[in-house]
């Protein structure tokens, strides 16, 4: 079992910032990738942006640029950092684990004003 507690998530103006964190406890050897996604309301869950354990990553095109995903294996921590924030980008964003099987986080809202 793997548990993963996000943080980080508020209320931001457009172009501002934010910084996204993950925790994963339990079976945390299992894990091979980890990632963001994002559900927006009436809309489907995305893919934001993945980083597997060797450090790879890749991000969704409307992210490209203004996001970037790290992982602190030491503290079992990924973050995404989130610049220049849009009203688009307001959503709530899920931490996801792949190890045997699929771990989600609780969700942090995140919410951009224009």
């Known amino acids: 079992q793997v548990q993963l507690v996000e943080s980080g998530g508020g209320l931001v103006q457009a172009g501002g910032s934010l910084r996204l964190s993950c925790a994963a406890s339990?079976?945390?050897?299992?894990?091979?990738?980890m990632g963001w996604y994002r559900q927006a309301p009436g809309k489907q869950r995305e893919l934001v942006a993945g980083?597997?354990?060797?450090?790879?990553?890749n991000y969704a095109d409307s992210v490209k640029g203004r996001f970037t995903i790290s992982r602190d294996n030491a503290k079992n921590t990924v973050y995404l950092q989130m610049n220049s924030l849009k009203p688009e980008d307001t959503a709530v964003y899920y931490c996801?684990?792949?190890?045997?099987?699929?771990?989600w986080g609780q969700g942090t809202q995140v919410t951009v004003s224009s």
């Open positions: 980083i597997t354990s060797g450090g790879v990553t």
């Open positions: 996801n684990a792949h190890a045997r099987y699929i771990y």
């Open positions: 339990g079976s945390i050897f299992s894990i091979n990738a």
